[in-house]
């Protein structure tokens, strides 16, 4: 039996706010984690891809973990993207945010390594060992070139301190082969359409979304991300999911997070510059976020204000 608790639901990864001078904004940190509570959101992921980890300095990365531990609540999960360049630093800095009180950490393989199937599932193996806190994997082969096998995945679920899989391949076979194995975790996938993993994953028996899209539309991917018990949760999916497919798109339209950092910064929500050489989208692009936003009265429903000067 597993020792830890499952998060299931909407489980949003935020983006990394800035200031101007590009320092972080730790107040912003605080506004955004109060909005996702408001609305739904089960767990927040800070510093995962959408976050600009790969660009933040180990000192940033440290007082993001620092201050941002002191906002939990009993209503929201905070988890640390804690992947380092090996395992002893990965090792490090799950431990530095299980003692500065994190909910969970996730972790995926090393970039630019392309170390070898069992080589990551030993790795994380090693990093559950370390230290007794949720720990998620994240099975990501577009960002870092290493990808698990299903009965890779199944064998590291039965560690008592994994707690969730997030899946961003586009095979709805191994979604299948994991909801089929029934392993004693929170099975997961990427928000994005373009790899086509949501509907199969809430229909097998997923249990939510790792999604990046709820950092503007958190309400309706508490809705997309909710595990199935009846035919009103299927129905309520379908329809909130076709209505936000454009956004969806619009979201992945980019690298992550450049589309859905850049349209928050002109919607008034915390997120400030991104940390060069990323830059904004085009006006024309961002123009055509905001119409998505207006089309469905987004822009009212949360109170949006734009603001197209906050663009550059």
């Given at each position: 039996?597993?020792?830890h608790d499952?998060?299931?639901?909407?489980?949003?990864?935020?983006?990394?706010?800035?200031?101007e001078?590009?320092t972080i904004?730790?107040s912003?940190?605080?506004?955004?984690?109060?909005?996702?509570?408001?609305?739904?959101?089960?767990?927040v992921l800070?510093m995962?891809?959408?976050?600009?980890?790969?660009m933040l300095t180990?000192?940033?990365k440290k007082q993001?973990?620092s201050?941002?531990?002191?906002?939990?609540?009993?209503?929201?999960?905070?988890y640390f993207g804690?992947?380092?360049n090996n395992?002893?630093s990965?090792?490090e800095?799950?431990?530095?945010?299980?003692?500065q009180?994190?909910?969970g950490?996730?972790?995926?393989?090393?970039?630019?390594?392309c170390?070898s199937r069992?080589?990551i599932?030993?790795?994380?193996?090693e990093v559950c060992d370390?230290?007794?806190l949720?720990?998620g994997?994240y099975?990501n082969?577009?960002?870092?070139?290493?990808?698990?096998?299903?009965?890779?995945?199944?064998e590291?679920?039965?560690?008592?301190?994994?707690?969730?899989?997030k899946?961003?391949t586009a095979r709805?076979?191994?979604?299948?082969q994991?909801c089929?194995a029934k392993?004693?975790i929170?099975?997961?996938c990427?928000?994005?359409?373009n790899?086509?993993l949501?509907?199969?994953?809430?229909?097998?028996?997923?249990h939510?979304t790792?999604?990046?899209?709820?950092?503007i539309?958190p309400?309706?991917?508490?809705i997309?991300?909710?595990?199935?018990?009846?035919y009103?949760?299927?129905?309520k999916?379908?329809?909130?999911?076709l209505k936000?497919?454009d956004?969806l798109h619009f979201a992945?339209?980019?690298i992550n997070p450049?589309?859905?950092?850049?349209?928050m910064?002109?919607?008034?929500?915390p997120a400030?510059?991104?940390?060069?050489?990323l830059?904004?989208i085009s006006k024309?692009?961002?123009n055509?976020?905001?119409e998505l936003?207006?089309k469905?009265?987004?822009d009212?429903s949360?109170g949006?204000?734009i603001n197209?000067?906050k663009?550059?």
């Amino acid at each position: 039996m597993k020792m830890h608790d499952k998060p299931t639901g909407s489980f949003v990864a935020l983006i990394t706010p800035m200031n101007e001078d590009g320092t972080i904004d730790i107040s912003g940190f605080k506004n955004l984690i109060q909005f996702q509570q408001e609305n739904g959101t089960s767990a927040v992921l800070i510093m995962g891809s959408t976050g600009e980890v790969s660009m933040l300095t180990t000192d940033e990365k440290k007082q993001i973990i620092s201050e941002t531990s002191k906002m939990k609540s009993e209503k929201i999960k905070i988890y640390f993207g804690c992947t380092g360049n090996n395992t002893e630093s990965t090792i490090e800095m799950v431990k530095f945010a299980k003692n500065q009180g994190a909910d969970g950490a996730i972790i995926a393989a090393p970039s630019y390594v392309c170390a070898s199937r069992e080589n990551i599932k030993d790795y994380v193996l090693e990093v559950c060992d370390s230290t007794d806190l949720p720990i998620g994997f994240y099975n990501n082969p577009p960002r870092i070139n290493t990808d698990l096998h299903w009965n890779d995945l199944i064998e590291i679920s039965k560690h008592p301190n994994m707690v969730v899989l997030k899946e961003s391949t586009a095979r709805v076979g191994q979604v299948a082969q994991m909801c089929l194995a029934k392993p004693d975790i929170s099975i997961m996938c990427c928000c994005s359409p373009n790899l086509g993993l949501i509907v199969p994953t809430m229909s097998l028996g997923g249990h939510g979304t790792a999604n990046m899209t709820g950092n503007i539309i958190p309400k309706e991917l508490s809705i997309i991300s909710k595990p199935w018990e009846n035919y009103a949760d299927a129905t309520k999916f379908k329809d909130e999911y076709l209505k936000n497919l454009d956004i969806l798109h619009f979201a992945y339209s980019s690298i992550n997070p450049v589309p859905i950092k850049t349209l928050m910064r002109a919607i008034g929500l915390p997120a400030g510059p991104l940390r060069k050489p990323l830059k904004p989208i085009s006006k024309a692009s961002l123009n055509a976020g905001i119409e998505l936003l207006s089309k469905l009265s987004l822009d009212k429903s949360y109170g949006y204000k734009i603001n197209m000067n906050k663009v550059a």
